[in-house]
């Protein structure tokens, strides 16, 4: 029976509701037309029963803001009944793009900042939702996930404190450690990886890009190494990796500074190159990873990456392309996208919409999301109609 049947099967585990907090409006705009899209067309049994009545909407989004006071504390309401429903909320704890007064000085919301007001959305929830479900694309400070000395865990402490106050799951992309969950192991903790997204970015901006052996995944280092792996093995492509050598002497910036990167692969020259990673902070480690690659005579440099937060502006990139190190970059729309960024002739987004409607549909109803979170057969699919050449949607 294929998921669309079970739809039709089954009736909802509650009313769906879903919460876009102002970080995520625009996402949460584009789920919530593909869901009531899907669900205006969708026929099911149980239709004349009154637990059907908000099943089909024009729109499941709840009207809720979060004020600030002039001191810049700030409070959540929620202008209708969330009772007994089935409450997803999408955050973007990376959209610094909002701002907000503090004493007549302007602030720009940081990723403390939109924890905080999604914490308090679960509690003007007040316990009366069904289920409630966070969807946080960036997952809130995952880049301090292990203790390296005498250092807080801020990442474990964030799920075990969502979990405390309400939360039944977590949804997140390309967690920067995914072991982290293991703060929180009684509990539902899901990992999407974008990699159908990538490939299907890729195919309808660069239709001359062969997808095999002619292709090379690189891993910028060993901790993307999962990644690579995994694309090379559904595209038959080869695989490589660098390992960074740093000095442990120095601290520059908070991190022991690259001495040189190593190379372990097979020859890449001639060979188009996409280059894996979850994030792209300042850019520098896959700059140098490009020129790496340059400097050993390989043809187009794709780069991968779930969250583009190009921290350090967009200029190194800008040079990069017009110096031909550089060929396309692709991240996706999970986080804030600067309107400058997107005008970038180098830059392409792979739209994450669909994808997140998908997950919440089914998760509504109960479903399983196995064949979501695997797409290997949804990939194969695609490189089959990419080499016939058929239009790919």
């Not at 067309?41 to 729109?59: G, I, L, V």
């Not at 704890?93 to 007549?104: D, I, K, P």
């Not at 409607?357 to 064949?371: Q, V």
Request: proline fraction near 3%; charged fraction near 25%; include cysteine.
């Amino acid at each position: 029976m294929s998921q669309e049947d079970m739809f039709t099967e089954d009736i909802s585990y509650g009313p769906l509701g879903i919460i876009a907090l102002d970080s995520c409006k625009e996402m949460g705009h584009r789920v919530d037309k593909f869901i009531s899209g899907w669900r205006k067309n969708r026929e099911s049994k149980y239709k004349q029963t009154p637990e059907f009545a908000n099943y089909q909407k024009d729109s499941y989004l709840i009207n809720m803001k979060c004020p600030r006071f002039g001191t810049g504390e700030a409070k959540c309401v929620i202008n209708e009944s969330v009772r007994g429903k089935d409450i997803f909320i999408l955050v973007d704890v990376c959209n610094y793009s909002l701002t907000y007064t503090v004493s007549g000085q302007i602030n720009h919301m940081s990723p403390d900042d939109h924890f905080a007001d999604l914490k308090r959305v679960i509690a003007a929830i007040s316990g009366k939702a069904r289920r409630i479900t966070v969807i946080m694309p960036f997952l809130y400070e995952s880049r301090q996930h292990k203790r390296t000395a005498r250092e807080s865990l801020d990442c474990a402490i964030a799920l075990q404190e969502l979990i405390n106050i309400g939360v039944d799951s977590i949804i997140t992309f390309d967690a920067h450690d995914p072991r982290v969950q293991n703060a929180i192991p009684y509990n539902s903790f899901e990992n999407v990886q974008p990699a159908y997204q990538f490939i299907k970015a890729i195919i309808n901006n660069v239709p001359d890009i062969k997808l095999n052996k002619d292709l090379m995944i690189i891993s910028p280092d060993e901790g993307a190494m999962s990644r690579a792996v995994y694309f090379a093995t559904v595209l038959g492509a080869e695989m490589g990796m660098f390992y960074k050598r740093r000095d442990y002497t120095k601290i520059v910036d908070g991190r022991n500074p690259i001495v040189c990167h190593e190379f372990l692969g097979t020859d890449v020259s001639g060979k188009d190159v996409i280059i894996l990673d979850d994030m792209i902070s300042s850019g520098e480690s896959m700059l140098d990873t490009a020129k790496e690659l340059k400097r050993r005579n390989a043809g187009r440099i794709f780069v991968c990456s779930t969250f583009g937060l190009f921290t350090n502006g967009l200029k190194k990139f800008d040079d990069a392309y017009e110096q031909g190190i550089i060929y396309r970059i692709v991240t996706t729309n999970l986080i804030y996208q600067t309107p400058e960024l997107l005008s970038r002739e180098w830059y392409i987004s792979a739209d994450m919409s669909k994808y997140t409607a998908l997950l919440i549909d089914a998760l509504n109803h109960d479903a399983s999301i196995s064949e979501y979170l695997s797409p290997t057969e949804r990939i194969h699919t695609l490189i089959d109609k990419h080499e016939k050449g058929e239009a790919i949607e």
